[in-house]
């Protein structure tokens, strides 16, 4: 199974920063990466897939990047209903399909 | 829209089997350019895949539970469902059915639409 790592596992940020979180996997996936948004007791929200492309409805501050191994969730400019938990997930190798472990994002 | 809701007992015993239906609010059940899936997420914890299935049968099972794993989906009633059997205290879970994206170029096995959740307790 490919194993994904999210770093880091939680960050405090304030409103206005700039926020990475990174997803790698422990086998090339190219571009078949996606990421998702929870907040606490609602379900992941999907917010990037394919690696970068913008689901639709998701803010443009959300962005993401990479193929391969290494994947990047960029928040530009973090705003209050960004405190959430963060995950990515791979579809290129199943089953099964796996997620990352998670980052959650705090407010600083 | 799309809804997907999940329906079933919110407290299974020991050994017993968690039986739980998703309920697909626009047909696209029947459609077959969907995958239809299973994620749980113990309380507290990160999301872990059940399964995926299409309608004409196919299926993909995470084969960490694969022996105790059923999904069925009942296109007449917009419906597919999961069963997991043996169940122990480790399958305590919010359990969430959703969709993957409609075929393109090949299965982009993401999830696009979630329901809700549903809290599965396993306990006597």
């Known amino acids: 199974a490919i194993q994904l790592t999210q770093s880091p596992s939680s960050l405090s940020?304030?409103?206005?920063?700039?926020?990475?979180?990174?997803?790698?996997?422990?086998?090339?996936?190219?571009s078949a990466l996606a990421w998702y948004q929870q907040k606490p007791g609602k379900a992941p929200k999907l917010l990037i897939y394919d690696a970068s492309s913008l689901e639709s409805g998701v803010p443009s501050r959300f962005s993401g990047s990479g193929s391969g191994t290494d994947f990047t969730l960029t928040i530009?400019?973090?705003?209050?209903?960004?405190?959430?938990?963060?995950?990515?997930?791979?579809?290129?190798?199943?089953?099964?399909?796996?997620?990352?472990?998670?980052?959650?994002?705090?407010?600083? | 829209q799309l809804q997907l809701q999940e329906s079933g007992p919110g407290l299974v015993r020991p050994s017993e089997t968690l039986s739980l239906i998703c309920t697909?609010?626009?047909?696209?059940?029947?459609?077959?350019?969907?995958?239809?899936?299973?994620?749980?997420?113990?309380?507290?914890?990160?999301?872990?895949?059940?399964?995926?299935?299409?309608?004409?049968g196919s299926t993909y099972y995470n084969p960490s539970l694969r022996s105790r794993v059923t999904m069925s989906i009942d296109t007449s009633k917009n419906q597919f469902s999961l069963k997991v059997n043996s169940v122990t205290a480790a399958d305590t879970a919010v359990f969430y059915c959703a969709r993957h994206p409609r075929y393109s170029s090949g299965w982009h096995l993401y999830f696009q639409h979630w329901g809700q959740g549903t809290l599965v307790t396993v306990s006597s």
């Open chain 1, 13 to 30: 940020a304030s409103v206005g920063d700039r926020v990475t979180i990174t997803c790698r996997t422990s086998q090339g996936i190219s």
């Open chain 2, 24 to 56: 697909v609010s626009d047909g696209s059940i029947s459609s077959s350019e969907y995958f239809w899936g299973w994620i749980r997420q113990p309380p507290g914890k990160g999301l872990e895949w059940i399964g995926s299935i299409h309608n004409i």
């Open chain 1, 76 to 108: 530009s400019s973090l705003q209050p209903e960004d405190f959430a938990t963060y995950y990515c997930q791979q579809f290129n190798s199943y089953p099964p399909l796996t997620f990352g472990g998670g980052t959650k994002v705090e407010i600083k």
